[in-house]
């Protein structure tokens, strides 16, 4: 089955960089996009960015533009979200997910998530 | 940016009962809709797409209807464990944007 592992938050202070992680398994990595979806505390859900699956094509919200970098690794089933000059806004739960097929923008499956605290 | 309005913010309802949620694009979004649901604690699960489509293991109970900026999720018998909260998603224009939940509670 799908199945979507999130890695490397935690708490971090303003300004430095965090690397998440997400690990997948049960499908074609290759076949699909994959997306980073966040959840601030007690809020509701915003997209973050995509990466396709020849990991050449990337989309990222305005609020993290030149901040947050995805990436993946197609030999390894792993997709990267690397965060700099992290923000107290940029506090919140950051789940990966799987498009529901190919390049749709549909979030068929989500990992548990990975909270990341920006806190001095 | 398209705005989702999602109405009511939290919909008293009583086991057995249907339940109508609504979600208003600020614009025509023709049917790139999604409906998410999400248990507290735990990550949205996917259960309509298309507008209408039902996900793989979606209960029969869930529909999704709707076009242009009008679309609606309908529970047409609750279970306990429809008692949490749902989202509306729309990405026909960029960025895509979630609407901000409603909350279905036990009345």
């Known amino acids: 089955q799908v199945q979507l592992v999130e890695s490397g938050g935690g708490v971090v202070q303003p300004g430095r960089s965090l690397r998440l992680s997400c690990a997948a398994s049960g499908f074609t990595f290759t076949n699909y996009a994959m997306h980073w979806v966040r959840q601030a505390p007690g809020k509701g859900l915003e997209w973050v960015a995509i990466?396709?699956?020849?990991?050449?094509?990337?989309f990222y919200v305005d609020s993290v533009k030149g901040r947050f970098t995805v990436s993946r690794d197609n030999t390894r089933n792993t997709v990267v979200l690397q965060m700099n000059s992290l923000r107290a806004e940029d506090t919140a739960v950051y789940f990966c997910?799987?498009?529901?097929?190919?390049?749709?923008?549909?979030?068929?499956?989500w990992g548990q998530g990975s909270l990341v605290t920006v806190s001095s | 940016e398209i705005l989702m309005t999602q109405s009511p913010a939290i919909l008293s309802v009583s086991p057995g009962e249907g339940a109508t949620l609504s979600c208003r694009a600020s614009?025509?979004?023709?049917?790139?809709v999604a409906w998410y649901q999400q248990n507290p604690g735990q990550a949205p699960r996917l259960l309509i797409y298309?507008?209408?489509s039902r996900a793989t293991g979606v209960p029969v109970r869930f529909s999704g209807s709707g076009s242009a900026t009008e679309f609606t999720l309908t529970i047409s018998s609750l279970q306990s464990e429809d008692f949490v909260l749902y989202y509306c998603?729309?990405?026909?224009?960029?960025?895509?944007?979630f609407g901000q939940g409603t909350r279905v509670e036990l009345k």
């Open positions: 997910a799987r498009s529901l097929y190919s390049s749709s923008w549909y979030l068929g499956y």
């Open positions: 614009q025509s979004i023709d049917g790139n």
């Open positions: 298309r507008a209408s």
């Open positions: 990466i396709y699956s020849d990991g050449n094509t990337e």
């Open positions: 998603q729309q990405f026909s224009n960029w960025p895509p944007t």
